[in-house]
C-alpha cells in the first residue's frame, strides 16, 4: 500500500486507475477529427493513454505481489521482484508523463490562439 498525501493507493487502486486509462484511451481513437495535425495529436494522446494503462497494471501486479508476500527468506526473494517491477513501472509512467507533455507543447505551437483564448 502507497500513501501520498493522505490517500491510499493499492494494488486495486492501481488496477482501477489503468481499466480507466484505457476506456479513455479507447474514447480519444473514436474522436473522428478531419485536421492532419489534430488526428497526429489523437494518435499520440491516445498511444500514450494505451501505455499509461498497460504500465499502471503491471505496477498494480507488483503492489499485489508485495501485499500477498509472506515473510520468509522466499518472500524477501518475492517482494524484492515486485518492488524491483514497481520502480521499473515508475520510470515507465515518468517517460510517457514527459511524452504526454511533448503533445501538449506541440499541440500549442499547432493551434496558439486556441489554447490560449479564455
Do not use: W
Request: one cysteine or more; hydrophobic letters at 35%.
Amino acid at each position: 500500500m502507497i500513501s501520498i498525501k493522505g490517500k491510499t493507493y493499492n494494488a486495486a487502486t492501481t488496477k482501477q486507475l489503468a481499466t480507466e486509462l484505457n476506456t479513455i484511451a479507447d474514447n480519444i481513437d473514436s474522436l473522428r477529427l478531419s485536421s492532419g495535425r489534430l488526428k497526429q495529436a489523437q494518435a499520440g494522446f491516445a498511444q500514450v493513454f494505451h501505455d499509461l494503462s498497460k504500465v499502471l497494471a503491471e505496477m498494480g501486479q507488483a503492489f499485489e505481489a508485495g501485499e500477498k508476500t509472506q515473510i520468509t527468506p522466499e518472500g524477501r526473494t518475492e517482494l524484492l521482484k515486485a518492488i524491483d517491477q514497481a520502480n521499473q513501472s515508475g520510470q515507465s509512467v515518468t517517460e510517457l508523463t514527459q511524452r504526454a507533455n511533448q503533445l501538449v507543447d506541440e499541440m500549442a505551437k499547432a493551434c496558439p490562439s486556441k489554447l490560449t483564448q479564455d
